[in-house]
């Protein structure tokens, strides 16, 4: 067991797979990765990074998953798989975030996909394996049909409710503030689906509404979005000069050490993966 501090929740207790994943070279990556891409080049605190974020959506699966478990909608043991799914949520961001993830999403490979491919192709399969958790199982949660997928990733998810919070505090635009206690305690997920009761109807009308102005304010600021546009192309051009990968199967070779150059899972961590 071991306690690693947050500065958004404060301290977050990891067990001993937990622990093993975060210190894992491919969890140690995010810390170079910022949350909100290059939207420090408009708001210059925005520097928060995917692994702080990763760490604060493992405390609010906690948080929620009592709440959950005390109204009878999951185990215990269903609180650790999804405290593990939200862990490794992020593991498949591009450096530069959501500047290269469109580079790649173009070629119809998203995200989600690199995830998918960095928990299968690597050792993190079988630490999870060794954990007694089936790195399958962990991957319904995250992309499948796993009914407790819509703790992590839906509508009302703790991925955005940490997301809205941090990005919020560090880019220092004050829309993102949300009443997290009440939408946590009146929202429920049942077969695959959201219920809001009705007490905690205007807590999650604000919680969309917090959204949408994140999206205007920093998400989708023009100029934001002309960064990214330019890193973008910046990177397009690197894969006609450099050997950098450009397609899902040259990452795939990259991760099952197949590449050239930097195409081993050492190079393709201190390479592609140290950018931020």
């Known amino acids: 067991m071991k306690k690693v501090f947050d500065d958004l ?3 977050v207790s990891l067990d001993d797979v937990e622990v093993r994943i975060l210190d894992h070279p491919l969890l140690q ?40 478990e005390d109204k009878g ?23 530069f975030s959501h500047s290269l993830g469109g580079f790649f999403m173009s070629k119809n490979f998203s995200n989600s996909d690199f995830g998918d491919m960095l928990i299968s192709l690597t050792d993190i399969k079988d630490i999870l394996s060794e954990g007694g958790y089936p790195y399958k199982e962990i991957k319904d949660i995250l992309w499948g049909g796993n009914s407790l997928r819509g703790v992590i990733d839906s509508d009302v998810d703790v991925d955005r409710m940490d997301y809205l919070l941090r990005d919020s ?10 009443d997290l206690q009440r939408l946590m305690d009146n929202v429920n997920y049942e077969d695959g689906k959201i219920r809001i009761h009705e007490k905690g109807l205007y807590s999650a009308e604000n919680f969309f509404i917090a959204r949408l102005h994140m999206y205007q304010a920093v998400y989708y600021h023009k100029t934001i979005v002309g960064y990214e546009l330019l890193v973008r192309k910046i990177y397009s051009d690197m894969i006609e000069e450099c050997e950098v990968p450009g397609t899902p199967g040259e990452l795939r070779e ?10 081993t899972m050492n190079g393709f961590i201190q390479g592609f993966t140290t950018v931020t």
């Open 9 to 11: 929740h404060g301290y």
């Open 29 to 68: 990556r995010l810390r170079r990765i910022k949350q909100t891409s290059l939207a420090f080049m408009v708001y210059p605190g925005a520097v928060n990074t995917r692994f702080s974020h990763a760490i604060g959506t493992v405390y609010l699966t906690s948080k929620l998953g009592e709440i959950l």
């Open 73 to 95: 909608f999951v185990t215990n043991d269903e609180i650790r798989k999804l405290r593990l799914a939200a862990l490794l949520h992020d593991i498949g961001q591009f450096p």
């Open 169 to 178: 505090k560090y880019s220092g635009v004050q829309l993102g503030s949300i």
């Open 254 to 263: 990259i991760v099952q050490g197949n590449g050239s150059s930097c195409g």
